[in-house]
């Protein structure tokens, strides 16, 4: 029998229960959130006549929680709206509503007794072959299931979610020896297609795999770092994004997180007995570390940690950091290392990692330390965290935002060098690595461009599994790649399908890129049946060549500059009215012309975290690349009275003034970017290109046909006025500039079709010629310049 989810229940609304709770909404379950009820009232409740018998009393906790979701940052929630998904309720008079779920998750706190104590009552409710998991983080998961029926036995697992929910895809299954394995693949299978996650099992080992392997290597800096001399600041240089981890790198994160959760784990397991002389030693706590636990600097939840925001005498703010020898909290020097000099050329980090074991200063020590303990630690850790090497790198990579994992690093630089560097830092690497060929690797591409991994247990190569619901595109690169140029390649995805693909500096839109998507939908018209246009980089694309723009105009080649607009906006139609299918596949920051390129799409295979908008206003232009005609031309096709139209086109205006961004692929529907009837969002990122594929194919199969070009009728002078009378109001309350007055009557009076002075049917093209006139007198706008320079150099945009 099928089993589907149409109603979860989470018991313990914290941060970690209302999270999953949200992700839960996020794609469209039914939630009832629990927990305990109050045994007192607040004064706002006393003040009120409330007593603690009152239902509003009695759901308070549960309730405050949810009221916290809509508002939270980072966003929780793909929409505001899907709150309404959720209802609070408390574990006296709600406990018994689960005999009408399909799937429990206790996420209560991480005390065994209390644990059983709420499956005891779970019992008493819930029905037979109804879910039952947990998100203990370090509980083992066969002492929760003491005492409970088979049937609840067979059903549970620990399913162990990281925070924030929404944004961390690891999701660990944890069975026990009880759960049916049916039941372990459903969980593995439904976490994976559904909620978007990387599901990882693991062994029911002290803290699973993740936060096994994390945690060892923090604790590994943490006795590291005052042996090289190096500072907290230092350390985070270092372990940032120059080897593909998050800004917060290492003590950062501590903060965020929270040394106290940190110290939880390392406690546990070096208290479990489950680790060897080899590496028990790590795990003990630096005498800094006691000290920061006895004065509560945790981090950002006591207000200082290994950091501590401060206000100087001249009312600035200014960031402190911990001297770990002096227990004192001291202004940060600037850390500069010339080792990571040498990798500024190199842009993947996987490929950084063999310059920076060489280099000759403290980085060089740093990096050869610490990653020769990780390597000789995960080889102790398969077999006994997990049977492969593949599961500990997913883990890594989703759960704390690595770009590789620990086995792929050490395979880039290759498995010699790494025993090697074991040795230097006092480890030996485990028998199974060392009885490895000289010329060994962990991971291979087999011919079918799939990812394979050395499989210790059998002594070969095994094919990673799930891969056949996923199109890797570094994989088929090699072989599938049918044209490419600086900033640009066309692969061929099979079954008549080709993608384009954007390499460019941040996915940036220049002319090779342009050259790029016109050859490809020359080809696809050609040759095959359909265009996906899709990429597996960071973010899908941040916009337009602003450093192009700012040279064109800067050497006032106004002709080139017209004619690379004028490029931009006809490669955009052709997106649009070409003979074959054409769907774009957006994710991550999805700017400007990459949300023009994205509204000219047959057909949208949204990542549901895409954070999409025309952003042009940040900059001193309008959206020049068809963003500003395509948002006319759809409110203006709308069936609605004119009033609503009217009302729905100043809403576009807005989101462009405001250069507004979509924080999800669900609020670019509110917004009017992605289409209800036409465009689908997968919460997968892994699954876009295949779903993108599976989607250019249907589109062929039912008989796709070039559409034709429509006309559309403008507002004019009516529209005008409304525009103008805005911004007028704006500028005279302060609320803008001056330039910003320019730059939003000029959108106006290409939303408006110019000054007509009645409702007229104009082409598409008139409104394209108004919009490239308006981006190009923009253009010539001192300030406007002053705001490209400044975004080029700062990453962000500057109000003048």
Do not use: W
């Given at each position: 029998m099928k089993r589907r989810i149409k109603h979860v229940t989470v018991l313990g609304s914290g941060i970690m229960g209302s999270g999953i709770a949200a992700h839960f909404a996020n794609i469209g379950v039914e939630v009832l959130l629990l927990d305990i009820v109050p045994n007192?009232?607040?004064?706002?409740?006393?003040?009120?006549?409330?007593?603690?018998?009152?239902k509003i009393v009695r759901n308070r906790i549960a309730s405050e929680n949810l009221a916290k979701l809509p508002k939270a940052s980072p966003a929780l929630l793909y929409s505001p709206k899907f709150a309404s998904r959720i209802t609070a309720g408390n574990f006296d008079d709600d406990l018994a509503k689960i005999k009408n779920t399909d799937w429990i998750i206790e996420v209560v706190v991480e005390r065994l007794d209390i644990k059983k104590s709420v499956y005891e009552k779970i019992e008493k409710y819930r029905n037979p072959g109804t879910l039952v998991s947990s998100n203990t983080s370090g509980i083992p998961i066969h002492f929760l299931i003491e005492g409970r029926?088979?049937?609840?036995?067979?059903?549970?697992?620990?399913?162990?979610?990281?925070?924030?929910?929404?944004?961390?895809?690891?999701?660990?299954?944890?069975?026990?020896?009880?759960?049916?394995?049916?039941i372990v693949k459903f969980y593995m299978e439904y976490g994976a297609k559904f909620l978007g996650k990387t599901t990882v099992l693991a062994k029911d080992t002290p803290a699973f795999i993740a936060n096994r392997i994390g945690v060892f290597g923090i604790m590994n800096i943490f006795h590291n770092i005052q042996k090289l001399g190096l500072t907290t600041g230092d350390v985070d240089k270092l372990t940032g994004p120059v080897i593909g981890r998050p800004k917060s790198a290492t003590f950062r994160t501590a903060d965020v997180v929270g040394l106290d959760t940190l110290v939880h784990v390392a406690n546990g397991v070096k208290n479990s007995g489950a680790e060897s002389d080899l590496f028990k030693n790590q795990f003990e706590l630096p005498e800094y570390i006691n000290f920061m636990m006895e004065n509560q600097l945790l981090g950002s939840k006591t207000g200082a940690g290994f950091f501590k925001k401060v206000k100087g005498a001249n009312g600035k703010s200014e960031i402190l950091a911990l001297n770990l020898n002096t227990h004192e909290y001291e202004s940060q020097g600037k850390s500069s290392f010339p080792t990571l000099e040498l990798t500024k050329t190199i842009d993947k980090p996987i490929d950084r990692f063999k310059v920076l074991i060489g280099g000759k200063d403290k980085a060089g020590e740093f990096y050869r330390l610490s990653l020769g303990a990780l390597f000789a630690y995960v080889s102790h850790k398969v077999p006994e965290i997990s049977d492969e090497i593949y599961k500990i790198d997913d883990a890594m990579k989703a759960g704390f935002g690595w770009e590789n994992g620990p086995f792929e690093i050490w395979n880039a630089i290759g498995i010699q060098k790494g025993i090697a560097l074991a040795k230097e830092a006092g480890y030996e690497v485990a028998d199974w690595v060392k009885a490895l060929a000289e010329d060994a690797h962990f991971y291979q591409i087999n011919n079918e461009g799939q990812t394979t991994f050395f499989n210790q247990q059998k002594s070969?190569?095994?094919?990673?599994?799930?891969?056949?619901?996923?199109?890797?595109?570094?994989?088929i690169r090699k072989n599938k790649t049918l044209w490419s140029n600086s900033g640009s390649a066309i692969q061929d995805l099979g079954d008549g399908i080709i993608n384009f693909e954007i390499r460019s500096k941040m996915n940036s839109l220049g002319g090779e890129v342009l050259d790029g998507l016109n050859r490809a939908i020359d080809l696809a018209e050609k040759e095959y049946d359909g265009l996906v246009i899709g990429n597996q980089a960071a973010n899908f694309s941040v916009g337009a060549n602003l450093a192009m723009i700012l040279m064109m105009a800067v050497d006032q080649d106004w002709d080139d500059l017209n004619m690379a607009i004028n490029y931009f906006q006809q490669?955009?139609?052709?997106v649009r009215y070409s003979s074959i299918p054409v769907v774009v596949a957006p994710h991550g920051m999805t700017l400007g012309?990459?949300?023009?390129?994205?509204m000219h799409a047959d057909k949208v295979v949204a990542a549901a975290e895409t954070y999409i908008g025309l952003v042009e206003f940040g900059v001193g232009v309008i959206p020049g690349g068809g963003g500003s005609k395509e948002f006319t031309f759809r409110t203006m096709k709308e069936l609605v009275k004119d009033d609503v139209k009217t009302n729905r086109l100043r809403d576009a205006f807005m989101n462009i003034a405001m250069a507004k961004v979509a924080t999800s692929a669900y609020e670019a529907f509110d917004m009017g970017i992605l289409q209800e009837h036409k465009d689908i969002v997968v919460v997968n990122k892994n699954r876009q290109i295949a779903e993108a594929k599976q989607i250019a194919l249907q589109l062929a199969e039912h008989g796709y046909s070039q559409p034709v070009k429509e006309k559309v009728t403008v507002l004019g002078k009516d529209a005008l006025g409304m525009f103008y009378v805005g911004t007028d109001q704006m500028l005279a309350g302060n609320y803008i500039s001056e330039h910003d007055k320019k730059i939003a009557d000029k959108l106006g009076y290409v939303m408006a079709g110019g000054n007509l002075s009645e409702p007229t049917e104009v082409s598409q093209q008139y409104l394209l010629n108004l919009e490239r006139e308006a981006f190009l007198s923009l253009c010539g706008e001192r300030k406007t310049l002053e705001r490209i320079q400044y975004m080029l150099q700062n990453g962000k945009p500057l109000r003048n």
């Open positions: 007192q009232l607040t004064d706002a409740e006393t003040a009120k006549g409330l007593s603690l018998d009152d029926s088979d049937d609840f036995k067979k059903h549970f697992a620990g399913t162990h979610f990281f925070n924030p929910v929404r944004y961390l895809p690891l999701l660990e299954i944890i069975p026990t020896p009880e759960t049916d394995p049916e070969e190569f095994s094919k990673i599994p799930g891969q056949d619901s996923f199109i890797i595109l570094d994989n490669s955009m139609m052709r012309g990459g949300c023009e390129m994205t």
